[in-house]
C-alpha cells in the first residue's frame, strides 16, 4: 500500500520512525525531510518522505548513539523520573496530531474520565517541546537534581552544630538565633533578611549529619546505643536450661502500704534461668538492694532446683561483695581465703560479670518491662516509670491508704511469677511457641546428668549462703558487732580471747552465728546473739532480759573459776625446794658452781664500838687474861698501842 503524503508533527514522526527528536531537527533542517509550520507555528514534517526513509533504512549512523544515550539515561533513572517519563509518553500518544481548541476540549474531557490522572495543555505542550528538544531523557523526572546545594555559609554552619549538637537537646531555633546574631556580629552587612532561614539550616544538617549522629550528639551515647546501635545474635543452642543463672535487682513501680503507716516502692531481686527465662528464685523488699536479699533469693533457688555452674552478675557493688563473688577485681583478695568465703568459689560456679550499665548484656531486663506492663500498670499504687507517667490520683489514692499493703503484693507476686511469668509462650526468638516451665522441664535433667546443675545438701547451702563479716576480735563479751550494735556470746570463746575471727549469718536470722578462724578459716563453734539489758528493768521481759544477762555473766564466772581450779597444794617447803632445784639447775647449765665457803677474805675496820666491847669484856673478868696475852699492865691506859680485840680477830687492826 503506498502512504499517501501528508503534513505530520515531530512526535508522530518519532513513532513511525524510531527516530529521536534531535534527528528529525537536524534531517528538517537540511532539507532531507521537507517540513512546513502549521497555524500555530509549529512545524509539521511529510509522512511519505519519512516512511521512505525509514523503509529505506537511510537513517545516519548518529541515530543509533541517539538511541543508545536515550535508553542509557531511562535505565539509570530512578524509578519515580522514569514513572514520569512513562505517563508523559502516554498521554502525548493519546493526544498525539492534536492542537489548538481541539486539544484543549480532549484534555477537558480526559480530566473528567480520568480524575486520578490528570493534566493540562500547558503540561502537555511542555513535554512535547522537550521530547522533541532532548528526547525521552527530556522527559525524566528532575526531582533532587539539586541535592547538596545549600544557601548556608560553611563558618555559618559550624557555629550551628557546636551549639545543636550538644546534650541536653537545646532548641533548634534558638540555636538558630544565637547563629544568627554571631554571624551579625562578626560581619556587619548580615542582616536577618539576608541571613539564611531556619529551614536552610534544619535542611544542611540533614544532609550533612545521619540521624543517628544527630541523636547520639543529643542525647548521649546510652540512649544511641538503645536506639541505633547493633546488637549480638546469641546462640543458645550449646546452652542447656539450669546451665547458667543470671541475676539483677528492679525496683517496682506500685506504691505499697506498711505496718507503721508509710508507704514504699520495693525492690525484687531475682535469679533467673539463662536459657528458658524461668524465675527461681526472688525476694521482694521494701528497702533498696543489698547483699542480704542475694543470698535469700539465691538460697531459695538453691534448695530447689539446685546449683548451677556458671552465673552472669551485675557490676554492682551488692554482687561484688567478698563473701559472693570474691570481691571486686581491685580488692586484693587470697586465693585460700576467697575459696573458703566466697559463695561462687566454694559451690565451684564460673562468675561472669555483664557489661557495667548495659542492659542489653541481661536479658533480665525484659521480664522487668513485663513486670510493668503486665502487673504494675494494673495495681492501685502503680506511679509509673517516670515522673511524665505518673498518674495524677496516685497521692489522693495513698492518702486514701486504698493502696495494696506490702505483704498483700509479696502473695500477688509470687503467684503472677509462678503461673504468667514461668508459664506464658513466648513468641519470637529461640523460645517461640514454649513457656519457660516448658523449656526447664525438657532440658534440666539433661543438665543434671551432665554435672551442670548440681545438688547440694541444705546445710551446706545454708552455711554458704550466711553472710560474712569482716575481721573481729573475741573480747571480754564474745564477738563485736559493731553495724548491729550487739554482741555475740558461746561458752567455748573464753579460751579462745584476743582471737582474730569472722562470723556468718543468715540473713534473716541474726540469732546464731558460725564463728571461724580469719588466719586458718577453721570452724571454731557457734555462738548466739546477746541482747543489751535496759538501763531501768521495769517490766516482766526487761527483768527477765537481765536475768538472762546475770545468768551468763554469773556462768562465765564459774568457767573462769572451773579453769583457775588448781588439785595440787604444796607447802612452804616444797616450794623452797623447788627454786633451790631450778637455781642451780640454771647456774650448772651456765657452767657455775658456787663455792661453799666465801673465796676472800675481807679487812676488818676497828670501830669504837669494837673498843667498846672490849671493855665490857675485861670489866666482867675477862680482861685480865687477855691482858697478860697482849703484856699490857694497865688495859685502861691510852697510852696503850695494842688494841684489845686483836686476840679475838686474827687481822690487821686498824687503828682508831
Not at 150 to 160: A, K, L, R, S, W
Not at 257 to 282: E, H, N, Q
Not at 459 to 467: N, T
Not at 560 to 579: F, G, I, M, Q, T
Amino acid at each position: 500500500m503506498v502512504e499517501v503524503a501528508r503534513w505530520i508533527a515531530a512526535e508522530e514522526v518519532a513513532r513511525i520512525t524510531g527516530w529521536s527528536m534531535r534527528t528529525i531537527r537536524r534531517r528538517g533542517a537540511s532539507g532531507e525531510l521537507p517540513r512546513a509550520r502549521d497555524a500555530c507555528g509549529h512545524f509539521q514534517y511529510c509522512s511519505a518522505t519519512a516512511l521512505s526513509i525509514a523503509e529505506a533504512n537511510t537513517a545516519p549512523t548518529g541515530r543509533e548513539a541517539d538511541i543508545s544515550a536515550d535508553a542509557e539515561a531511562y535505565a539509570n533513572a530512578p524509578s519515580y523520573a522514569r514513572k514520569h517519563a512513562d505517563r508523559y509518553t502516554a498521554l502525548m500518544t493519546v493526544f498525539q496530531g492534536l492542537n489548538g481548541r481541539e486539544l484543549t476540549a480532549r484534555i477537558e474531557q480526559w480530566n473528567k474520565d480520568h480524575p486520578d490522572d490528570t493534566t493540562s495543555v500547558s503540561s502537555l505542550l511542555a513535554a512535547r517541546k522537550a521530547f522533541a528538544e532532548g528526547g525521552i531523557a527530556a522527559l525524566l523526572s528532575r526531582y533532587g537534581t539539586r541535592s547538596g546545594a545549600t544557601i548556608v555559609p560553611d563558618i555559618y554552619m559550624e557555629y550551628f552544630k557546636g551549639l545543636y549538637l550538644k546534650e541536653g537537646s537545646p532548641g533548634a531555633m534558638s540555636c538558630w538565633r544565637c547563629t544568627m546574631g554571631w554571624a551579625i556580629q562578626r560581619d556587619p552587612a548580615v542582616t536577618p533578611d539576608s541571613f539564611p532561614s531556619y529551614a536552610s539550616f534544619i535542611r544542611r544538617l540533614r544532609a550533612d549529619l545521619l540521624p543517628e549522629s544527630i541523636y547520639r550528639a543529643r542525647r548521649g551515647a546510652k540512649a544511641w546505643n538503645r536506639k541505633y546501635a547493633s546488637y549480638i545474635r546469641r546462640d543458645y543452642s550449646n546452652v542447656l536450661a539450669g546451665q547458667v543463672w543470671v541475676s539483677d535487682h528492679a525496683q517496682i513501680d506500685i506504691a505499697c502500704a506498711l505496718p507503721d503507716g508509710k508507704y514504699c516502692f520495693p525492690w525484687v531481686t531475682v535469679w533467673r534461668d539463662f536459657k528458658s527465662g524461668k524465675w527461681l528464685g526472688w525476694e521482694l523488699r521494701e528497702i533498696a538492694p543489698s547483699s542480704d536479699p542475694i543470698f535469700s533469693a539465691f538460697y531459695r533457688a538453691a534448695s530447689i532446683y539446685g546449683v548451677c555452674s556458671t552465673l552472669i552478675l551485675d557490676n554492682g557493688k551488692d554482687y561484688r561483695c567478698k563473701d559472693f563473688a570474691g570481691g571486686r577485681r581491685k580488692i586484693r583478695v587470697e586465693v585460700d581465703q576467697q575459696k573458703v568465703r566466697s559463695l561462687t568459689a566454694g559451690l565451684n560456679i564460673e562468675t561472669v560479670f555483664a557489661w557495667p550499665y548495659n542492659a542489653q548484656s541481661k536479658p533480665i531486663e525484659r521480664d522487668f518491662l513485663r513486670n510493668k506492663e503486665w502487673l504494675s500498670k494494673h495495681a492501685v499504687g502503680y506511679r509509673g516509670g517516670n515522673v511524665v507517667e505518673r498518674p495524677e490520683s496516685l497521692n489522693k489514692r495513698i492518702g486514701e491508704n486504698a493502696i495494696e499493703t506490702l505483704d498483700e503484693l509479696r502473695e500477688l507476686f509470687d503467684v503472677f511469677v509462678t503461673e504468667v511469668i514461668n508459664r506464658s509462650v513466648v513468641g519470637s526468638g529461640y523460645r517461640a511457641g514454649n513457656c519457660p516451665d516448658q523449656i526447664w522441664d525438657d532440658e534440666a535433667q539433661t543438665a543434671a546428668d551432665n554435672g551442670l546443675l548440681r545438688s547440694v545438701t541444705r546445710d551446706a547451702l545454708k552455711l554458704f549462703c550466711a553472710r560474712a563479716s569482716g575481721t573481729m576480735t573475741v573480747g571480754r563479751n564474745g564477738v563485736r558487732d559493731a553495724d548491729l550494735g550487739c554482741d555475740y556470746w558461746a561458752d567455748w570463746m573464753f579460751a579462745h580471747k584476743g582471737r582474730k575471727v569472722y562470723m556468718r549469718r543468715d540473713p534473716k536470722q541474726h540469732e546464731s552465728a558460725w564463728v571461724f578462724d580469719t588466719a586458718t578459716d577453721d570452724f571454731l563453734g557457734a555462738a548466739d546473739l546477746v541482747q543489751a539489758v535496759p538501763a531501768l528493768a521495769r517490766t516482766d521481759i526487761e527483768r527477765g532480759q537481765l536475768q538472762e544477762a546475770i545468768r551468763l555473766k554469773r556462768r562465765a564466772g564459774k568457767i573462769a573459776r572451773v579453769y583457775a581450779r588448781a588439785d595440787v597444794n604444796p607447802s612452804l617447803r616444797e616450794k623452797v625446794a623447788n627454786l633451790v632445784t631450778v637455781t642451780r639447775a640454771i647456774n650448772e647449765s651456765r657452767g657455775y658452781t658456787p663455792a661453799d665457803q666465801p673465796a676472800v677474805r675481807p679487812t676488818v675496820i676497828l670501830t669504837d664500838m669494837d673498843r667498846v666491847v672490849a671493855q665490857e669484856a675485861a670489866m666482867a673478868g675477862r680482861g685480865k687474861s687477855i691482858a697478860r696475852k697482849l703484856g699490857i699492865s694497865d688495859i685502861s691506859s691510852e697510852s696503850n698501842t695494842i688494841d684489845p680485840l686483836a686476840a679475838y680477830y686474827p687481822i690487821k687492826a686498824a687503828s682508831a
